[in-house]
């Protein structure tokens, strides 16, 4: 394996993570049954102890008449990863937005500037102390994290629409996700090739 390889795929990383940031996540959308709705509206004015027999015949005539078929979209929100991050912060969640962005994008940031300059030194205790260092904020760096918590919110959400429920939400993932997913895939073999390769050399140099 070439000496490099490891810092290209760093590199590699970075460059998907640029539209992995900008590019739409996941758009979430929400509809209710039209018939439904009205349904739900029927059983709204029925008293306690009233019958609901002439309301509901009534709705259903009504139904019939209007040919109230279909659905209706009552929510749809498409959004990037820094545009959540900046909706969250500007509509008063600084706290979440904040750690949303210092856990999944700087700390793993300065992770990996932190492994490649441990992997160009040649002094040996630098290297150790920087490593140890990327150690500790390796604890902290939740990109994968985040990238397992939109996909569970995408199949919990999608659960949903098989649901006997008047709201009926759907999630779909755009570019975004899967270039973000990439960044993470690419930085994790990247950090792990970069490590092999450190020991292998520290143990050649040992034996020499």
């Known amino acids: 394996m070439p000496k490099y390889f490891p810092i290209g795929l760093f590199v590699l990383s970075i460059i998907f993570l640029m539209p992995g940031l900008s590019q739409p996540l996941m758009t979430i959308e929400a509809k209710i049954d039209k ?11 029925i008293k306690p102890g009233q019958r ?14 209007m040919n109230v078929e279909g659905e209706v979209t009552v929510f749809t929100s498409t959004r990037s990863l820094a545009a959540t991050m ?6 008063g969640h600084l706290l979440v937005g ?15 500037v932190l492994v490649v300059w ?12 920087l490593l140890k260092v990327s150690g500790l904020l390796g604890k902290w760096s939740m990109s994968d994290v ?4 939109v ?50 050399n520290n143990l050649d140099k040992v034996g020499k």
């Open 118 to 129: 441990s992997f160009l030194t040649r002094s040996t205790t630098r290297q150790k102390s």
């Open 52 to 65: 609901s027999g002439f309301i509901q015949d009534m709705v259903e005539s009504l139904v019939k008449q």
């Open 98 to 112: 904040v750690l949303i962005g210092l856990f999944g994008l700087v700390i793993p940031l300065i992770k990996i």
């Open 151 to 200: 996909l569970v919110s995408f199949f919990a959400i999608n659960a949903n629409e098989y649901a006997d429920d008047v709201l009926q939400m759907r999630a779909d993932l755009h570019a975004g996700f899967y270039y973000f997913a990439t960044y993470c895939l690419l930085a994790i073999l990247a950090n792990q090739l970069m490590e092999r390769q450190m020991a292998r």
């Open 86 to 91: 900046r909706e969250l912060i500007s509509n």
């Open 146 to 149: 985040f990238l397992m918590a």
């Open 35 to 45: 018939k439904e709705m009205i349904d739900m509206g029927a059983d709204l004015l």
